[in-house]
């Protein structure tokens, strides 16, 4: 065995009085009234602390607010079908010059595009037909008469050349309709080849399936090419589950929060609840009215609250008494003399006062008054 040195025994027995001294200092700080320091043992049970000094930690009892039940499901602003029109052609041809595009504000009667047609023409070409056989059906049908009158004809003859003029009249007037569809007014002069098409209403474009220089064809199986809402009036459109549906009446109201200001609240209407539920998710569509304050877009995200009729009992306790741990909230309650359990609430609504409403504890439980401390105590 190796001996120690001299140096070595002289630095042992110092480091020996040196840890002497410190316990003596510590006992002197317990004599002088020092308080000892807060200790915390974790019992078995994950959630459970003992304190040694539980006096430092209020309790607080946990108040009571009258409040009905509530329900916040999330959902979209979309355009009021009723107040959404399309723009249509009823000719085919070449797009030539778009004054709109997609998102821009139109007033009714204004001028969207144009489109180069043979349509037009073609129809003219038909009226100044249908006018040449009105013209000599008319003539014929007075030279029918005259020579009636004669006795030159038999009676049939004046028949069929009324019938004539009766289907040339006819199909005059169907050509000259047509024009008028097609915006043609005066039927005096061969119209252009260019075909405007107007905004049927005032609103906003929400939607554009046309292009510079791109074919139109007409109604049949083709996109619109413009459709215009007016967005006075939008719908806010939510998915509520089925085992929600006591909460949503129609003709009462909701409140609806934009995430874009959610320190505003407006008031929509309860319109329809869709009677065909999602399959995948068992959810039901249920639509919302309202006017459109002028801060609403299409497609913005929103959250509605629908209101119950029953008045209920909620606990409150202030809201330092919440621990926010692990995506979740907790508040600590006495379990027996100088021990706290953790137990695991649901947050509400915020109150005046800085109190908070919870679920998972009933009014009356004493709760610590600053959760907080206790928790950051407890890990030390």
């Not at 994950?46 to 607080?60: A, N």
């Not at 000259?176 to 061969?190: A, I, Y």
């Amino acid at each position: 065995m190796k001996r120690l040195t001299f140096v070595e025994a002289t630095l042992c027995f110092a480091l020996v009085l040196l840890l002497a001294g410190c316990g003596r200092k510590g006992e002197n700080d317990v004599a002088a009234g020092a308080p000892p320091p807060v200790q915390v043992e974790r019992e078995d049970d994950s959630g459970t602390f003992k304190v040694q000094r539980p006096e430092q930690f209020p309790l607080v009892p946990a108040g009571v607010h009258k409040a009905t039940p509530e329900l916040t499901v999330t959902g979209v602003v979309n355009p009021d079908v009723s107040r959404s029109v399309p723009a249509v052609s009823l000719v085919s041809g070449r797009v030539v010059d778009i004054k709109t595009r997609l998102g821009d504000t139109v007033e009714k009667g204004q001028l969207l595009l144009k489109i180069r047609s043979a349509d037009i023409s073609g129809a003219f070409s038909d009226y100044r037909q249908a006018v040449a056989d009105q013209i000599l059906a008319k003539a014929q049908l007075d030279r029918a008469q005259v020579l009636l009158e004669k006795g030159a004809i038999a009676r049939k003859d004046l028949e069929v050349a009324v019938d004539v003029e009766s289907k040339a009249r006819v199909v005059l007037e169907a050509t000259v309709e047509k024009l008028r569809t097609l915006g043609v007014t005066d039927l005096d002069h061969p119209p252009s080849g260019i075909v405007d098409i107007f905004a049927p209403i005032s609103g906003v474009i929400i939607e554009q399936n046309v292009v510079l220089g791109g074919g139109v064809k007409t109604l049949d199986n083709s996109p619109n090419l413009f459709t215009i809402a007016n967005l006075d009036y939008v719908w806010i459109i939510c998915d509520v589950y089925e085992n929600n549906f006591s909460f949503v009446r129609l003709g009462e109201y909701a409140d609806v929060r934009l995430n874009a200001y959610p320190g505003t609240v407006f008031k929509g209407r309860i319109s329809n609840v869709g009677p065909i539920l999602d399959p995948n998710i068992r959810t039901a569509k249920v639509r919302l009215e309202m006017k459109n304050p002028g801060s609403m877009s299409i497609g913005m995200f929103v959250t509605a609250t629908f209101y119950g009729h029953e008045w209920e009992n909620h606990a409150v306790v202030p809201a330092a008494a919440i621990l926010h741990l692990h995506d979740r909230n907790w508040v600590y309650v006495p379990a027996a003399p100088g021990e706290f359990r953790r137990v695991e609430v649901v947050g509400g609504k915020m109150l005046s006062g800085n109190m908070q409403e919870v679920t998972g504890i009933q009014p009356g439980q004493k709760v610590v008054a600053n959760a907080l401390v206790l928790q950051f105590t407890a890990q030390q």
